[in-house]
């Protein structure tokens, strides 16, 4: 018992001393970098003004002050010396040059990350500023010319300008739009027009022809101008009346939910609790390349169901860039690193109901809406076995066992947990368990809507989250989410969906419910591969609702629930999804791409297959087995 003690001790005692080490050594860099600031700055003064100010200013002034004195510095570096000794003598290494090494090593990291996390932040600050009117020229500064085409008029050159991508793309997606409108093809002018409409909004968003959230802001509006409304009674709705209702769709419930999953996530990533779990897990998981592999992706996987599956696979890749700057820029090693992260984001991304988008919609489309807890029972088996087959792809495709020579050791992030972080974990697990148990709840609480008030006020009202935290959330996100809601209402509301699944429904009705489900299973895999996921379920759920009701054998949140695992699966493109659009775009230092396109065909394709046989196996008999 005494042993184990001391153990402890020692333990704590070495940690205690890293970070003390890394305070003095940072405070040495400081000081070292501001006198060395004031002698360029000094040197650079003189030689442009002439004078010869600098030997005066730094011998008089700079040396003389405290900072800058030679017996405060010898006496920091003796407190860096007294540390280090007592490292060695918590850590029992009995060699001061292996000792200095490690720390020097676990300053060197530390530096590292906190240089990429600086860099990363700034230029998302960057990116926000230049987004404002990036493209007007200042008064001081004329407008640059672009290389313009030319044709001659009359024997005058006239410049023509070239078209972009997005407005030969725009051409097409109007003229189809209006051929819709005219053509007599539906059994009425809603159901005309309403069709127009979707096919309309799912080729803009298809080919981001505009930004995805302003495609769907001109969802409800010509949802109104087309008249595609109507009442119970299939009456075409008035346009204030058609207005009243297409807004009150539009913030749901499900809106309520991602709000508080955002105020979750921010909270998550502004204190670092994401960090610090990754960071003590990665650490303890040894050197051998499967663990390792397999380590990061159960992290990435759980990170993507509780902050997103956008800013999971960011975090797991700043904590993995150090391990990725020791190893060679060709290493299949790193690759399948890299590659892992990035998948095991997107099957991350179906485990709970706010760890993407597609989930709420899911939410928004089933009825009644799932609980939490159904949801984990069948999201996470499915999750798991998914990663597994993952896992197993990338061992076989890249072999990283071979590269035994490189010796991978994750970084501990030694900040200590205060009463913030309690509170919000506290907070977070409180407000899951109420979500889980919200159907026993219901008649006191509303739905889980009314539940994601409370991490919002708890963070907000506590000062944790301030209003420039509120500002930064995903709020394209949301308004991509509200109109989609938007546009499923249209669709509801005009007809046309319940024409839509009843020619499909008497096309399929001598299938079987799971023959009809791995259909729109398929067809979500491969529509979701291309597209954005959040797109996929948008147009997709919607009808795999609808028809699932008008089946001989109804069971439409069965189908629901198994496109939905299916959507956040699709992974085979760099385009499929963000946590892959992320790994494309991660370089090495000297801005290579660790990955290429066929890296993802090669274990994204199968990856996705794999993920699509496992929802309709096990994630199907789940579902059966809980009545869906």
């Not at 697990?429 to 006191?444: N, Q, R, S």
């Amino acid at each position: 018992m005494s042993a184990h003690h001391d153990a402890s001790d020692d333990d704590e005692l070495k940690d205690e001393a890293r970070q003390l080490f890394m305070l003095l050594s940072e405070l040495e860099r400081y000081v070292q970098l501001n006198r060395s600031g004031f002698d360029k700055i000094l040197k650079k003064h003189d030689k442009v003004m002439g004078t010869t100010m600098r030997k005066w200013f730094m011998n008089d002034r700079v040396e003389l002050a405290r900072p800058f004195k030679s017996e405060t510095q010898s006496n920091l570096r003796r407190k860096i010396l007294r540390v280090e000794i007592l490292h060695a003598f918590a850590a029992r290494i009995d060699s001061s040059r292996k000792n200095g090494t490690l720390l020097r090593r676990l300053l060197r990291d530390k530096i590292t990350f906190s240089r990429n996390t600086v860099w990363r932040d700034m230029i998302n600050r960057e990116r926000m500023m230049s987004a404002v009117d990036v493209d007007s020229p200042s008064v001081d500064e004329p407008a640059r010319d672009k290389p313009r085409r030319h044709v001659t008029i009359f024997g005058r050159r006239v410049p023509l300008p070239i078209p972009s991508r997005n407005l030969l793309l725009a051409i097409p997606c109007i003229a189809i739009f209006i051929v819709l409108l005219c053509l007599p093809i539906m059994n009425n002018s809603s159901e005309r027009n309403c069709l127009a409409l979707l096919v309309f909004a799912s080729l803009f968003w298809a080919f981001e022809i505009i930004p995805l959230f302003a495609t769907s802001m001109m969802v409800p509006f010509l949802a109104v101008v087309l008249g595609v409304m109507r009442d119970d009674a299939g009456q075409a709705l008035a346009a204030p009346a058609a207005t009243k209702v297409i807004f009150s769709a539009m913030f749901s419930s499900v809106i309520m939910l991602l709000l508080g999953g955002f105020a979750i996530a921010a909270a998550f990533s502004k204190y670092h609790i994401a960090r610090k779990i990754a960071a003590v897990v990665l650490s303890k998981v040894g050197t051998h390349p499967a663990v390792v592999l397999m380590s990061n992706m159960l992290v990435a996987a759980f990170l993507s169901m509780w902050i997103s599956n956008v800013a999971a696979p960011v975090l797991c890749f700043s904590l993995l860039e150090p391990v990725l700057r020791s190893m060679p820029a060709t290493s299949n090693y790193g690759k399948s690193l890299v590659l892992g992260i990035a998948l095991a984001s997107n099957v991350g991304g179906m485990m709970s109901p706010i760890s993407s988008p597609q989930n709420l919609i899911s939410i928004d489309v089933q009825h009644p809406q799932p609980s939490w807890g159904s949801w984990f029972a069948v999201s996470i088996p499915v999750a798991l076995v998914s990663l597994v087959g993952v896992w197993v792809l990338l061992m076989f495709a890249y072999r990283p066992h071979r590269e035994r020579d490189t010796a991978v050791t994750m970084r501990k992030y030694n900040d200590a947990f205060g009463w913030k972080q309690y509170f919000i974990m506290g907070v977070t697990i409180g407000t899951v368990i109420l979500w889980c148990i919200e159907t026993k709840i219901k008649d006191y609480v509303g739905d889980m809507g009314v539940l994601a008030i409370i991490p919002l006020v708890a963070f907000f009202g506590t000062g944790l989250l301030t209003k420039e935290d509120f500002n930064n959330f995903l709020w394209t996100v949301i308004m991509l989410a509200m109109g989609g809601i938007a546009l499923g209402q249209a669709v509801k509301s005009s007809g046309l969906l319940h024409t839509i699944a009843m020619a499909i429904s008497s096309a399929e009705e001598n299938f079987s419910v799971w023959t009809v489900t791995a259909v729109f299973a398929l067809l979500m895999a491969v529509i979701a591969t291309f597209v954005s996921h959040t797109v996929a379920a948008l147009v997709i759920l919607p009808v795999v609702n609808v028809v699932g009701m008008n089946m001989a054998d109804p069971h439409p949140r069965l189908m629901v629930m198994v496109s939905t695992l299916i959507c956040s699966g699709a992974m085979g493109l760099p385009v499929s999804g963000f946590p892959n659009m992320t790994a494309i775009m991660l370089e090495d230092s000297m801005g290579r791409n660790y990955l290429k396109t066929i890296d993802f065909i090669k274990v994204g394709v199968p990856a996705t297959l794999f993920t699509t046989l496992i929802s309709v196996s096990v994630g199907y008999g789940i579902l059966i087995s809980l009545g869906f």
